[in-house]
């Protein structure tokens, strides 16, 4: 199967950054063959797509999410004690693998409507999610969650790391869905959990490790009461701060932790919305990109952010960076896409497959329409992307050559069923939140 | 002419937030006549809207916007010296009453889209822009920019006057243009000229005054050194600090500048994307509320907040109040939609018309479709608004009883031929950018 898009922007994000403003790209099978500028070759019996001078791009990675979640976007918002009032009862009484498998759905549908082509997911019933999507099309990381909680899926951390390891073998061989393993976070998996968690991740030396790092003025606090230092340096203790780590949000890092992480090879996932939502506090993004990390944007999950497009967080991640500067300079708009595609790929070890548009890489391509009077004129086209663009401007999205969204339309997942399965189950939702209502406080 | 909204989700945005979750809404010409919820009544001879569950609303209000600008969208981002190298040349050779024509055009096409009915402007060749929105169908504050810098359309505020009386002439009688004068700001006007704006202001009661106010860091620095107070507190000795101002930004506000505002009936116009991307700070908008001063959200101009919908301002306004407080209960998803609506139109004296759903009021509507994965399930509907709805969720736009888009298309601009004659306008500046960084600096 061949397809060559012609008549496009593109947007390759090389490490030149280089741009063909009349430009076209050839797909061939899984992998772009050949790009350029100017007339484009024949190829014979290849698909023609005529861009009309739309934007064409990498797909967007998404490095933070926890897809089965999408069912609870929205619940019980701006309230202080949500947490342990309505989502802690809610995921103990409902958090099933049919509910994962519900909430993956409508989370891959709503990526795939977005741009999104590859994402790193922890979340509980992994396997489920995997299978979800495998079905969708994209392009995953999907991360078994170890806690010292009452998680839904496992009682104690021996079955935790049975699930891991079914999860490992069941996509061990498939070409877009790889397996990971996610300690929750220092504070709610501990300093001995993590240590034999980073004695299995050496063992499986493929299998990525996921964690939620620096988050909360409560981890912070933990960290130096408990062990004297801060939550990085506890996570090093362990053994787990080392080439490849996924650490999410990274808002409370010192000088200090941010040498230790460059010196591990560690990336971090930065997510805004969910940041600025909650009130945390802003990630000291330019100075880990200064020194070396690289940060890709995440979306968190949907309870937490929302919505699970890149384009929402963009004006966040900009924005604060500005703000913590005093300045209009710190993270460019050009900045901003890298982070969204190569260098988000980088931090999920997947940026020799994905993230630019480059010859043997994998198609992993979308295109964004530029008819929306909200996005005219155009001066620079990082700048439309971060400031006006939005999902509804996605036409097309494709990964490893398979159209997964063509001419505004999702062509492997069916979108009527899954939000008719996702309402089904918000009634059950709120049903049970009446009745906590109902209870004394 | 008779319209009836059937099947619709309601937020009235009243006082008491009433919702109607199987609703109706009957307008009769240009006027809400009734509303309920249950069977609607049978109107002879009335167009029937079936809403399908979508929620219908009052239509949103942009407190600030300089509409003209749109051609100068996403210029020179990231660049400090961007007025001084790029924006205030192209502004001194190419602002003309032909390309405020064009951009504001271009800004009520994007506004209409996106769900906004009422808009507060202030720019230069403000007669030419009123015509353009009561073209539009918009309602609308116009404002003749008076400045003492060289201005595109007075070399003195004798001119600015006189512009600012034919303006005034012009629209006296119109149901939805009304004009205003807006002094720049304290340091760009001085104290003698607001004095002045004062006085004429005093003679002409129904005309509101629009100012940026408390902007930056630099309008701080320059009231203390030239009046040794506040720039408040300059506009107060001006005799412009009274009931009905529209006083954008607010950024710089101390508890006595606050205190100044309320005891005057002040109204301000927040604009979180312009000043986060600028890095200028987060306005007190929870300190400013609490103390009585209504709070619109603006967008500010294009080339400052590259949008003109309100639904991008609404997680930075939201984000920055909990930031500010770390909390998140500060300024609920409600109170977001409030400011976007029924405070907005009370900041603009245009709240006994428009900015909820009542008997009586001007039946300024529009209506959100829900079916996006994007938006689904729902728990709070203000959260869905302010954290996940976006312009193309926007189906329908009624002003003053008269459809400005219907089923998505809008129907009272030609869409093409304002693209055609925005992106012309760019290749001029373009290539005068291109001039300007072929000379030396």
Request: with cysteine.
């Given at each position: 199967?061949s397809?060559?898009?012609t ?6 994000m090389d490490?030149a950054?280089?741009?063909h ?12 063959k050949?790009?350029?500028s100017g007339a484009?070759?024949q190829?014979a ?6 861009c ?7 797909g967007?990675?998404n490095t933070?999410?926890?897809?089965g979640?999408?069912?609870f ?7 202080d004690?949500?947490l ?8 103990r009484?409902f958090?099933?693998?049919e ?6 759905a409508?989370?891959?549908l709503?990526?795939?409507e ?5 994402v ?6 992994e396997?489920?999610v995997?299978?979800i999507?495998?079905?969708s ?10 806690a010292?909680f009452?998680?839904?899926?496992h009682k104690?951390?021996d079955r935790?790391?049975?699930l891991t390891?079914?999860l490992?073998?069941?996509f061990?061989d498939?070409p877009l869905?790889?397996?990971s393993?996610a300690?929750?976070?220092p504070?709610?998996?501990?300093l001995?959990a ?8 050496a ?6 490790v996921?964690?939620?790092?620096a ?5 912070v ?6 062990h004297g230092?801060?939550?990085v340096?506890?996570?090093h203790q ?10 999410a949000?990274?808002?409370h890092?010192?000088d200090?932790?941010?040498a230790?992480?460059?010196q591990a090879g560690?990336?971090a996932?930065?997510n805004p919305?969910s940041n600025g ?5 802003i ?9 070396g990390?690289p940060?890709g944007?995440g979306?968190?999950?949907p ?6 497009d890149?384009?929402?967080?963009f004006?966040p991640?900009s924005?604060?960076?500005?703000l ?9 708009a050009?900045?901003v ?7 988000g790929?980088?931090?999920?070890g997947?940026?020799r ?5 480059e010859p043997?890489k ?6 964004i329409s530029?008819a929306s009077p909200?996005?005219q004129?155009?001066y620079d086209p990082y700048?439309?992307?971060v400031f ?11 990964v490893?050559?398979r159209w997964?969204k063509?001419?505004?339309a999702?062509?492997?997942l069916e979108p009527?069923?899954i939000?008719r399965d ?5 009634q059950?939702?709120?049903?049970e939140?009446?009745?906590i209502?109902?209870?004394p406080m």
């Amino acid at each position: 199967m061949s397809t060559l898009f012609t008549n496009a922007w593109v947007l390759t994000m090389d490490p030149a950054m280089v741009e063909h403003a009349n430009g076209w790209v050839h797909v061939e099978g899984d992998m772009i063959k050949a790009l350029g500028s100017g007339a484009a070759p024949q190829i014979a019996g290849a698909e023609l797509v005529d861009c009309g001078g739309d934007i064409v791009m990498p797909g967007m990675v998404n490095t933070h999410c926890h897809m089965g979640m999408s069912v609870f976007r929205g619940l019980a918002e701006d309230v202080d004690d949500r947490l342990y009032r309505y989502i802690l009862p809610l995921e103990r009484k409902f958090v099933t693998a049919e509910m994962v498998r519900v909430g993956s759905a409508l989370s891959a549908l709503e990526m795939i409507e977005a741009g999104v082509t590859s994402v790193a997911d922890m979340y509980y019933f992994e396997t489920e999610v995997g299978h979800i999507v495998a079905q969708s099309g994209l392009r995953a990381i999907v991360g078994q969650t170890l806690a010292d909680f009452d998680a839904p899926d496992h009682k104690d951390f021996d079955r935790g790391f049975a699930l891991t390891e079914e999860l490992a073998e069941t996509f061990a061989d498939h070409p877009l869905v790889s397996a990971s393993i996610a300690p929750h976070a220092p504070y709610s998996t501990g300093l001995d959990a993590m240590s034999r968690i980073a004695q299995w991740s050496a063992e499986h030396s493929t299998v990525p490790v996921q964690i939620h790092l620096a988050e909360s003025q409560l981890e912070v606090d933990w960290a130096r009461e408990k062990h004297g230092c801060s939550s990085v340096a506890v996570v090093h203790q362990a053994g787990l701060l080392k080439q490849g780590l996924i650490a999410a949000h990274c808002l409370h890092l010192s000088d200090e932790d941010i040498a230790m992480m460059v010196q591990a090879g560690v990336g971090a996932a930065t997510n805004p919305r969910s940041n600025g939502k909650a009130g945390r506090g802003i990630a000291p993004v330019e100075a880990m990109r200064r020194a070396g990390i690289p940060v890709g944007i995440g979306t968190d999950g949907p309870m937490s952010g929302n919505t699970l497009d890149l384009f929402a967080q963009f004006a966040p991640v900009s924005m604060f960076a500005k703000l913590l500067a005093g300045s209009r300079k710190p993270l460019p708009a050009g900045d901003v896409i890298r982070m969204a595609t190569i260098e988000g790929a980088r931090v999920l070890g997947l940026d020799r497959q994905t993230g630019s548009v480059e010859p043997g890489k994998q198609a992993d391509l979308i295109r964004i329409s530029l008819a929306s009077p909200r996005l005219q004129p155009i001066y620079d086209p990082y700048a439309v992307l971060v400031f006006a663009a939005g999902p509804s401007d996605v036409r097309d999205v494709m990964v490893a050559g398979r159209w997964l969204k063509r001419d505004g339309a999702v062509q492997t997942l069916e979108p009527k069923k899954i939000l008719r399965d996702a309402m089904q189950i918000a009634q059950a939702f709120k049903a049970e939140m009446t009745r906590i209502d109902g209870e004394p406080m």
